[in-house]
């Protein structure tokens, strides 16, 4: 064997076998995201409007301190604590699926005042005539409303606070209460406050709510106070926690709430698991059927693809610290795209090996030519899609950024495989003597077909259906888009039995929903998916149990994207997509040295997502997130036959000089075709493969990307080969 030879092979070895270690146990190598094991998503704005601007971003850092205190306290493990932007922090929360609890011991200010209650009735009088006396704020407290006056001053805040437990009143059914322990400075101003106010009462403030007004009988210098009010134990465990770590700086508001329930996580899990195994039979088998030897040998690759791709996603903790290897559901579908995409460059190299052996070179010959000749086209290809993966991450939250990551590696493992390591397998076959032809099958013979000359009629058809599909989209308005960008709240129900859509209506028209949206999977009959325009989640789930009394009923997953948080969701996605091809645009400008090249390649890419928003928008779906995702997964993907196309006609414009543009583009469209047709083909396997078993989650995305791929063929032959023609300013037919 060639010193060489052996350097490769044992090279390709290390990086499989580090690839091996760090992939192995899954369980223990890459963690779960909170789609696929449930857990809490929360997008948090701190509302520093009442801070000076010079302390604004002091208070947005505290409250990531008490928030991380908190959540420490309750023993919530591998969360994630963010801050994004000037105001707003991002939480996750693995394994916690009760919402409610999540969104109490984060979100609750806990600013606790000492403030004295007024004990001059006429004053009370006053107020509840409408005239307030100033320095006073009205209040009612307890579950009969009493109202009492309050100093708007507080006289004492829970800053002092030492400690905070959980206490039983045992002279009152054991009625949980809060005991708080001031520290030495604190305790001494408790005795003053309650010794210059004997005889008055002193209410407990807790978030502007009075929890409890007692009567100071006595001056208290133990320096301890006890919290009552309607909660049980559990509650008052939790308040007691809250109040011991400190309260928030300034108030907060969720902008963005994702829930997801363990069971609901399981079942992404088996749905993307299936998705990917069908996904990979379909190309191995159609690869092996197809290509024979060469197409056993990409097969290799593709496995080595994904072993790659998960050892890489174990590895990026120990490279990136700080950054864990999650494995989201869309990133299981980044990895099964991504290994369709993968057999893009190995049909291109196959089929230039091909070419070379019809020629008559000799096999060694014919295989060196065939990857020489195929990987300037592989690598534009790979850059134009991981300039999108870019963007995806740029300006992607959650699951997006976790589908930019995996799709990033496997692209990257692609490249690797396909270009060094099929070549290396090849040639040590070739060295061993073992094989002496390489036999394919082919399906699609040469053509001599003239695309250009067809061209203005396809025009037309492309702005018909992108003018039909375009007033679709429009006129629905905000119908058009889900709750990631139009805001609203999104409820998953498991009921127990198959329920009838029309007595799920009943429970809502009770709680003013009438209008929610409810739709009922085929699949699963027992599954209720409601959107509704308002947070009533609560008053919701106990309508609905009221309605099927004695019947299970589990909230699957829940989604809350406020207007601000959508606003900014959709300008973000809109950049990432003029951002996207903007780099395009400028690489494929760089890259092929002409300008009306480049134009050409991105108004193809135009025209597909436009083709994609309309039939998404005909066939009733919505715009969401992982849409956009699709989106930008298709402008960069689409691209990728333009440029073998592109790369076609550079070589042949050196081989066939006295050729018009015409007839070069004509003649590199014909010799491509069969290319084409194959590699969106085989990635089309695995699409339909996600769209089929990769659950309702990613409907949307499989339905987006399996239209954009076909447009893309399509627009390649028909779209972006004329434009080049159009705008070099040399249409001549021949």
Known sequence: MHKNLLYKTLGILAVLGVCAYFAFPLEKRINLGLDLKGGTHLLLRVDTSAIPADQRSEAADRAIEVIRNRIDE????????????????????????????????????????????????????????????????????????EPLLLEKKAAMTGDSIKDASVRFNQSSFNEPLVSLEFNAEGAKKFAEITGANVG??????????????PVIREAIPSGQAVIQGQ????????????LKVGALPAPMYIEEERSVGPLLGQDSINSGVKASIVGMALVFIFMALYYLLPGVIADLALFCNLLISL?????????????????????????????????????????????ELLQGRPLRAAIQTGYNKAFSAIFDSNITTLIAAFMLFQFGTGPIRGFAVTLTIGLCASLFTAVVMTRTVFELLISAGWIKSLPMMKIIKDTRMDFIGKRYIFYFISLLVIGVGMFSFLSKGARAYGIDFAGGQLQEYLFEKPVQ??????????????????????????QVLIKTGVDKNDRLTAELKKKFPGEKIELMR???????????????????????????????GIRFRHFNFAAAGVLAIFHDVLVACGVMALSGRQMDLLTVTALLTIAGYSINDTIVI???VRENSHLYRNKSLYQLINLSVNQTLGRTVLTSGVTLLTVLSIFLFGGEVLGNFAFTLIVGFISGVYSTIYIASPLVLAWSGAAKKK
């Open 74 to 145: 309750f023993g919530v493990r591998e969360t994630s604590i963010q801050r994004q932007g000037d105001d707003e922090i991002v939480v996750q929360l693995p394994g916690m699926s009760d919402r409610q609890r999540a969104v109490d011991i984060i979100g609750k200010t806990a600013l606790l005042e000492f403030r004295v209650v007024s004990s001059e009735p006429e004053k009370l009088q006053a107020a509840l005539a409408g005239s307030v006396p100033e320095g006073y704020e009205l209040k009612y407290a307890g579950e009969e409303k």
């Open 646 to 648: 592109y790369d076609r």
């Open 558 to 588: 829940l989604e809350k994207v406020g207007p601000v948080a959508g606003k900014h969701l959709k300008d973000k996605a809109v950049k990432a997509l003029l951002w996207s091809l903007a780099g395009i645009l400028v690489y494929v």
């Open 311 to 355: 050892g890489c996603l174990g590895l990026l903790p120990y490279l990136f610290p700080g950054i864990s290897a999650t494995l989201t559901l869309p990133g299981i579908a980044g990895l099964v795209l991504s290994l369709g995409m993968a057999v893009d460059a190995n049909v291109l190299i196959n089929e230039r090996i091909r070419e």
């Open 501 to 526: 859509v029309e007595t799920v209506r009943e429970a809502l028209k009770e709680i003013d929903l009438a209008d929610a949206s409810i739709q009922q999977f085929k699949e699963n009959p027992r």
């Open 200 to 213: 008055k009462r002193l209410a407990i403030v807790l978030d502007g709510k009075v929890q409890s007004a």
């Open 231 to 242: 909660f049980d134990a559990a509650e008052a465990q939790d308040l007691s926690v809250i």
